[in-house]
């Protein structure tokens, strides 16, 4: 039998539909003390929910744990996504799947994602095509992934750009954009972490790269 898959899912949350699929979650809010932590809530926004359905489409059996660290008005920080990251590490999943970003590194964030990174734990994190590099996707060791409108439902690219490493398809549930592209990328790799999970996380990079639809940001490989 093989062992579950857990996946970690940093965003506003998830839909109804998904919570079947949801092993566990917890809510990050600020406090004038710091942080506190509480019970899931409704998905005000929808992009966690549209997150959650991309990683589903790809990798069916996963199962999440979800962090919400967004609020109605869809913004967040360095703090909130530290502690989710920490938590995520506790819950013990394989990967993370970050489809946000902040314009200003922390040494807070930073050492959270390390410390996940060193422990064997797959971060992917979205990417501007374009403009200022945003975290956690600028830190060392993060799975940079950008939307890539070449790509098809089942398709990935392998960018390897100053902007991203992989590209994947940009919309899902209506939406659009790097986000969901990290949240099919995520969705793809999760697919073959079930598929293969012996493999270590460099062996799983080679493959991912091997089986890209696209290489660079023109070209399309034969198959």
Known sequence: MRPELLIGVIDSGH??????????????????DGLDRLPLSVDL?????????AILSHAAEARLCVA????????????????????????????????LGVRQGRPILREAVAELIEAGVLVCASSPARGEPVFPANYPGVIRVTGDARCGEGEWSWLDSPQADFGAAVKVGGRSGASLGCAAFCGHLAELLAEQPALSNLQFIEVMRERAAFRGIERKVGM
Request: charged residues 15%; glycine residues 12%.
């Open 15 to 32: 839909s109804e539909g998904q919570a079947a699929s949801v092993v566990s979650g917890q809510r990050f809010r600020l406090a004038d």
């Open 45 to 53: 926004l929808g992009h966690g929910s549209a997150v959650c359905e």
């Open 68 to 99: 919400q660290v967004f609020d109605e008005r869809g913004v967040t920080s360095p703090l909130q996504i530290a502690a989710a990251l920490h938590w995520l590490g506790e819950q013990g999943v394989r990967v993370i799947n970050l489809s």
